[in-house]
């Protein structure tokens, strides 16, 4: 019998990371390197510049990764390693060095979904531990790059994923980057549009979502995907919010007053958003509010919505957005209100980290998924 120990690694988009857990739950050392600031100075993510730091910071990334965890590469049983979705340059550095490492050390591969790893963020905090009739769990993945839908249940051996919904356009994290980013916030913009939508009224502005309906011979980036799916689907589309907070923008004349907070964010680096509402006044705040209000209650309908057409008793909600103060305090008391259960990985769980891509990789190792030498970044990977 092995040590269950696995060496995770995590390179999908900025952040680089390096964590070893034991038995698929117990975290022994969770290491990530953000790169927040140098991507801040751009408003978002720069691919080229991405792959540059994950080169720079891998190394010491897994040698911090292993020292915190007191153990030596002889005490692994495997390594696992984010394959896909992501940035491709991103991902092939963490692949690059994990086949390396795996071939010198001769031990198993995994190569492990990213989404699967956010759902497995919350089941290995013992939400994966339920009894088989309250399987399947419906899983919320909710980050900057994703917003999906999954029924995840498991047999005696690994896990099954069934998508129920996406986003057709931009993810719900993307939208809220792009709309701080609009009222000269910083970025990533959640944190800064959580910490201000606490100083506004939720109900000053009302942002409409409607029906999903793709036109006949739309091309849409998952329309295959979307075509393929059977069965009732509960889909996101964010980019008509977006839209509708610039529309705002433009007829109540706010742009000067955005300059003018951009420029005070700027000569102020140092600034983190619980200290920002001193830069806007009641209109942007209750804007702030509203978006947030309306984007939570999207995520909210779909969810419980699916929910109770697939007769879900328990629902998991992971990823970036997931960290969201407001969003988990509404998921709380609408599960209450309903009989249901619902929970969040830990917030050092819910931004992209490698404790869960190693937790994720347990049952597949326990269960002989191992990867071989073609396994490739692949940055489109689907779940289900």
């Known amino acids: 019998m092995g040590t269950g120990l696995i060496l995770g690694i995590e390179s999908s988009c900025d952040e680089t990371a390096a964590s070893v857990v034991r038995d698929g739950q117990c975290v022994l050392s969770n290491i ?33 990764a292993m020292q915190e965890a007191n153990v030596t590469y002889a005490d692994l049983d495997a390594i696992a390693v ?5 940035l491709a340059g991103a991902l092939l550095v963490g692949i690059t060095f994990a086949k390396s490492l795996a071939f010198g050390l001769d031990k198993p591969l995994i190569g492990v979904n990213h989404l699967e790893g956010h759902i497995h963020a919350v089941v290995m905090q013992g939400e994966g531990n339920r ?23 498991h047999d005696e051996q690994s896990w099954h994923y069934r998508n129920v919904g996406r986003t057709v356009d931009d993810a719900a994290g993307e939208a809220y980057d792009k709309v701080a980013k609009l009222l000269g916030l ?13 100083h506004g009224n939720p109900r000053a502005v ?37 839209t509708a907070v610039l529309r705002y923008v433009e007829t109540h004349a706010m742009k000067p007053s955005i300059g003018i907070r951009h420029a005070a964010l700027a000569a102020s680096p140092d600034l983190r958003p619980a200290g920002a509402a001193s830069l806007c006044d009641q209109q942007t705040l209750d804007l702030i509010a509203s978006f947030q209000y309306a984007v939570v209650g999207n995520l909210m309908r779909q969810s419980f ?3 109770e ?19 988990r305090q509404r998921f709380t008391a609408e ?20 404790a869960m891509i190693a937790a994720a990789a347990w049952p597949r190792f326990l269960s002989g998924q191992i990867s071989d030498d073609s396994l490739v970044a692949t940055p489109q990977l689907k779940l289900g």
């Open 305 to 307: 919505a699916a929910a």
């Open 82 to 86: 984010t394959e896909g979705p992501g």
């Open 309 to 327: 057409a697939f007769g879900v008793r328990s629902i998991l909600v992971s990823g970036g957005v997931a960290a969201n103060r407001e969003l």
């Open 335 to 354: 599960a209450e209100k309903r009989g249901l259960t619902v929970a969040f990985p830990s917030l050092a769980l819910s931004t992209d980290n490698a």
């Open 131 to 153: 009894e088989k009739e309250e399987l399947p769990l419906l899983a919320l993945v909710v980050s900057g790059g994703h917003t999906h839908l999954y029924l995840a249940s």
């Open 186 to 198: 910083g970025y990533p913009g959640g944190p800064w549009m959580d910490a201000l939508a606490a």
């Open 206 to 242: 009302t942002f409409n979502f409607g029906q999903i309906t793709p036109r006949p011979g739309a091309v849409t980036p998952n329309k295959k995907a979307i075509a393929e799916r059977t069965g009732p689907v509960f889909d996101f589309s964010f980019s008509g919010i977006k």
């Open 32 to 64: 990530v390197a953000s790169q927040v600031e140098l991507h801040g100075n751009y408003g978002g993510v720069v691919p080229e510049l991405a792959s540059r730091e994950h080169l720079r910071n891998i190394l010491p990334v897994v040698r911090q």
